[in-house]
């Protein structure tokens, strides 16, 4: 059987849900954090199937992907900068932990 | 002068500009000068003379003795009423003019000495102007309307200046009484006139004169209008039973005594009925009662005049009587008869009451037991006076003897009962005037005052009203003055003067007053007689006459305090306490309504309203409370959610896509 | 044929690496699956004729941002804790299990239209034009620096010594 779209999308779907799954049950944050890449990474195998198997020639998801990771780059240096600083006042990660805008 | 008579006018406008100039400029404005109000006033009412009298003398020359005047409009209603203000100038106006300027204008003159030093000189003279406008607007008035108008408006004047001395209790109390009990007669006047324009459609009084000749006007429509009018006529020149306020109101200065309450105003009941005659004329009841109170009061008030110790009181008493006897004389012989004797009357009691404020100026009481010897030391005075006395007494040929006279030979004719009360009536009004003089001028001085004679400016007018007082009885000695008034044939001088004695009605009059003379002279001058042996000999009669009959003591102890404060009024207070009062204030009213109705709507608003919005208040919290529980600070439970949202829209978008 | 052999490989491999870095306990080796993961992505891009993205896969996920993890778990070593699941396991895994049979079920029932035409072998030079010609992403291209530079301050700005 060849490959389809189908079978890229459903790849997409498996790696988004199993990082969907992370995000919302890991205490540590940066396990958090690679779940949310994990995800970023499922939409971009998605863009560039579609791209590959929709409209070849114009290589829309390919630039869209492009963007994306240049942006989940920058995200990861923000978001780790800012646990390395929560670490340094609490002495924690535990995103469980971190509740202080609370009732 | 200009058309058609309307300077005419003027005659009243004229001291109701003094009046106005008075209050309005003089008082405020030269507070310091008094004098100027005093001459402003004389000024105003010499000028009504002076009209008046050129109105007399047109009169005089005019067909039917009538001036043509033509109304003014006031009210005009579409459809319905028109009331207009006019003037009507005939003989009986034409005289009454002249009586009430000339009268003013002396006690105007008269006053500038009894008031001198007064602290409301300005004041009184504003009201006496005010007085003189009202009382010639009463004169002249065409309509009943107007003429009540001006009747009520004499009746303010004289309120005012008999409490002129208002912060004397006696003297407050004595206006309040007069107002009151003028008012009583008022509203049968009021009652009258409006009955009579139900009936007719109109006030104008040569209409109604018109209706009332023709028989239009007739039975018991006129019969109660004239009554109506009548007592009108009864409360302004002190009748019985309303003549109470008369001798209360000597209270008030004396020229205001001689102006308003002998001469002019307490003649105004008089004149009404004059100038309504011709209603009273055709209703034979009317007239019948006009003669009957006339009569009555003539012996009634002389016989309290009898015994009063005030010199004022006895000369309001002899008004009363005298008023009597005009009121007689109109009824018995029509409008001339009993206006000839108002015309002279006016005069002569003046002129003894300006003479009553002289010796009051000198002895500084009117207590007669004070006075006595007068006549040395004040002898202007008391020749005007005894003048005066003589005149009203009714001896030959002063001016009380002819119209006195003709009231008793008209009285013979047609009442002869009354004729009779009237006979007596003149030996006593003789006996008690010359009992004022023989106490107060006879005899010698039992007070402690200096005395002094008056000063020119008061004895001069007393001098013109004693000419007056002489003379104004020949005016009819030719039978002119009646003449003027329609009726009666002329006579010569001669035979007029002396023709008189041919009849024996004069001759029974004068012994009659001529006895009554003689009687105080013996009492109280020669002492043959004693007073108070006399006094305890008629005790009975003394008592009576002494307290007035009890007149006044039926009016305010019993009438006014039993019957109408505890009687009347006190059955509307007892209602008006009890029974409204009281029914709001009972336990319905407090227990059902207070307890039941206010304590639900109390119930209500606790817990109702302020449970409602407490509740409001409660449930905010509560759900916040509730509500905040789902921040927990947590992410990756708000991470959750919106993962459970997601799932739910793409459902939805399955579902309903 | 190849090509199914390659996609099978790769797509077990990338799901597996996946399921470790979420179940595992231990975080540094939660760290190199996740690294092995963005390779198998890689592969995976080649697959799909997307030659130059591949390459920056490697440079940029790998290479930056995988260093960038490894050296963020250096710095806040706990090794207590670990990586436990916490008490949001089962209604996650209801969400995530609906979410993907939700996303699964529109993928296989959508009607996908397919187009037959080959792709090109070397995407570079297109992406190149596609990038920075006529109708391109220049403004995105330079909006992206901005953002990373606003990265790069705020990331030093936050581990900034306060002292």
């Known amino acids: 059987m060849s490959i389809g779209l189908e079978h890229y999308l459903i790849l997409s779907a498996i790696l988004f849900s199993i990082g969907l799954y992370g995000a919302l049950s890991k205490h540590n944050a940066i396990v958090i954090l690679m779940c949310i890449e994990i995800m970023l990474s499922a939409v971009n195998i998605a863009l560039v199937a579609f791209s590959r198997y929709i409209v070849p020639l114009q290589l829309t998801g390919q630039v869209f992907a492009i963007f994306t990771i240049a942006v989940a780059a920058a995200e990861t240096a923000v978001g780790l900068a800012i646990i390395i600083a929560i670490y340094r006042s609490r002495e924690t990660i535990d995103a469980g932990k971190i509740d202080l805008m609370k009732w | 002068m200009f058309d058609q008579n309307q300077y005419i006018w003027l005659i009243f406008l004229i001291p109701l500009l003094s009046w106005a100039i008075i209050s309005l400029i003089l008082k405020p404005f030269f507070k310091d000068k008094p004098k100027i109000a005093g001459y402003v006033t004389i000024a105003a009412v010499a000028t009504s003379l002076l009209l008046s009298i050129w109105v007399l003398v047109t009169v005089l020359g005019e067909p039917h003795h009538e001036l043509e005047v033509p109304n ?3 009210v005009i209603i579409e459809g319905g009423a028109t009331i207009n203000l006019g003037i009507i100038v005939d003989s009986l106006t034409a005289v009454m003019l002249i009586v009430v300027t000339v009268v003013s204008l002396m006690v105007q003159i008269y006053s500038q000495g009894y008031m001198h030093g007064d602290a409301g000189y300005h004041r009184y003279y504003a009201h006496m102007s005010l007085f003189t406008t009202a009382m010639l607007g009463l004169v002249l008035a065409n309509s009943l309307l107007l003429m009540f108008v001006f009747w009520e408006l004499v009746g303010l004047c004289s309120y005012l200046l008999i409490g002129f001395w208002f912060h004397r209790p006696s003297a407050a109390n004595a206006a309040k009484k007069a107002f009151i009990v003028t008012r009583i007669g008022d509203f049968g006047f009021l009652a009258g006139m409006i009955y009579l324009y139900a009936n007719t459609g109109t006030f104008d009084t040569a209409e109604l004169h018109q209706m009332a000749i023709s028989g239009v006007l007739a039975g018991n429509v006129l019969t109660w209008g004239a009554i109506g009018i009548f007592a009108g006529a009864v409360g302004k020149s002190a009748q019985f039973p309303l003549h109470v306020w008369l001798p209360d109101a000597m209270e008030g200065p004396t020229p205001v005594s001689a102006l308003i309450h002998a001469a002019t105003m307490a003649a105004a009941g008089v004149f009404l009925v004059a100038r309504t005659y011709p209603l009273f004329e055709h209703s034979a009841v009317a007239l019948q009662t006009v003669a009957t109170v006339g009569g009555f009061t003539a012996i009634f008030a002389a016989s309290i005049g009898l015994v009063q110790n005030d010199i004022k009181r006895v000369l309001a008493y002899s008004t009363i009587s005298q008023l009597g006897y005009m009121m007689l004389g109109l009824a018995t012989g029509g409008v001339a008869v009993g206006i000839f004797h108002l015309f002279n009357h006016a005069f002569f009691k003046a002129l003894l009451f300006l003479g009553a404020g002289s010796v009051n100026h000198a002895t500084k009481t009117f207590d007669m037991r004070e006075m006595g010897g007068l006549r040395k030391v004040m002898p202007r005075t008391y020749a005007t006076f005894v003048i005066g006395a003589l005149s009203l007494a009714g001896i030959w040929p002063l001016s009380g003897f002819w119209s006195k006279d003709e009231i008793l030979v008209k009285s013979l004719e047609n009442q002869p009962v009354l004729f009779a009360l009237a006979m007596i009536t003149v030996f006593m009004t003789a006996f008690y005037m010359f009992r004022v003089i023989f106490l107060t001028f006879g005899g010698e001085y039992r007070g402690k005052e200096h005395l002094h004679e008056s000063s020119s400016v008061m004895t001069i007018p007393l001098i013109i009203l004693a000419i007056l007082a002489c003379g104004s009885g020949l005016l009819n000695v030719t039978g002119g003055f009646s003449a003027f008034f329609g009726h009666g ?5 001669v035979e007029g003067l002396f023709g008189i004695f041919a009849h024996p009605l004069p001759w029974l009059s004068l012994i009659l007053a001529g006895l009554g003379i003689f009687t105080a002279y013996a009492v109280y001058s020669k002492k043959w007689l004693s007073a108070e042996a006399i006094g305890k000999r008629f005790s009975a009669l003394y008592k009576l006459f002494y ?55 109390k119930s209500f608003d606790q817990k109702g309203v302020d449970g409602a919005v407490n509740g409001v208040a409660d449930t905010t919290l509560i759900a916040g409370k509730t509500m905040r529980k789902v921040q927990t600070g947590q992410l990756q439970l708000y991470g959750l959610i919106i993962g459970l949202g997601i799932v739910a829209l793409i459902v939805c978008l399955f579902l309903f896509g | 044929m190849g090509q199914v052999i390659a996609f099978w490989i790769f797509a077990v491999i990338i799901v597996v690496a996946a399921l470790g870095v979420v179940l595992l306990r231990n975080v ?16 995976v891009y080649i697959l799909l004729n997307a030659d130059f993205l591949a390459a920056i896969q490697v440079l940029i996920y790998v290479g930056a941002i995988g260093i960038l993890i490894i050296l963020a778990i250096m710095l806040t070593r706990e090794v207590p804790l670990g990586s436990p699941s916490n008490k949001f396991r089962i209604p996650a895994l209801f969400v995530v299990a609906l979410f993907f049979g939700g996303v699964c079920y529109a993928i296989l029932s959508t009607q996908w239209q397919v187009s037959n035409v080959l792709p090109e072998a070397n995407t570079t030079s297109k992406l190149a034009v596609k990038l920075f010609g006529e109708d391109g992403f220049v403004l995105p291209l330079q909006i992206i620096p901005i953002l990373l530079l606003a990265t790069v301050l705020s990331a030093i700005v936050l581990v900034k010594d306060k002292k």
């Open chain 3, 28 to 43: 540094f080796r939660a760290a190199m699956l996740l690294i092995l993961s963005f390779i198998g992505i890689a592969g």
């Open chain 2, 72 to 74: 003014i409009s006031w």
């Open chain 2, 489 to 493: 044939e002329t006579y010569s001088v």
């Open chain 2, 547 to 601: 307290n007035k009959y009890w007149v006044d003591e039926l009016y305010e102890g019993i009438i006014v305090k039993k019957v109408l404060m505890g009687g009347i009024f006190r059955v509307f207070q007892l209602f008006d306490s009890k029974v409204i009062d009281g029914g709001i204030n009972t336990n319905f009213v407090q227990g059902f309504i207070v307890r039941n109705l206010f304590g639900w709507f």
